[in-house]
Nanobody, 116 residues
Framework: QVQLVESGGGLVQPGGSLRLSCAASGFTSSPYAMNWYRQAPGKQREFVAVISSTGGSTNYADSVKGRFTISRDNSWPTVYLQMTSLKPEDTAVYYC?????????WGQGTQVTVSS
């Protein structure tokens, strides 16, 4: 069974850092890209970052550029999201998404709360 499991969320103070992980299992074909999205209470889910299967191409939402870094290691499609200089407006459920040629796979999400 294809599955994505996010972890690493939690409560952090403004200015702090967190590293999210997205562990993948059951994939029979390789995604061509992996993404992070987030959804704050009462808002639509929004794009955060994407990385290509080669790792050579990344893109970020303007709101997180310079603060967040998406990365991968040899165990593709496992990916990470390093978040620094966190702000209260970064509070949301963070989801990873796998882009395959014929479908999209979503994880169940991990809560990130930025508050003093």
């Amino acid at each position: 069974q294809v599955q994505l499991v996010e972890s690493g969320g939690g409560l952090v103070q403004p200015g702090g850092s967190l590293r999210l992980s997205c562990a993948a299992s059951g994939f029979t074909s390789s995604p061509y890209a992996m993404n992070w999205y987030r959804q704050a209470p009462g808002k639509q889910r929004e794009f955060v970052a994407v990385i290509s299967s080669t790792g050579g191409s990344t893109n970020y939402a303007d709101s997180v550029k310079g603060r967040f870094t998406i990365s991968r290691d040899n165990s593709w499609p496992t990916v990470y999201l390093q978040m620094t200089s966190l702000k209260p407006e970064d509070t949301a459920v963070y989801y990873c998404k796998a882009d395959l040629r014929d479908r999209r796979i979503w994880g169940q999400g991990t809560q990130v709360t930025v508050s003093s």
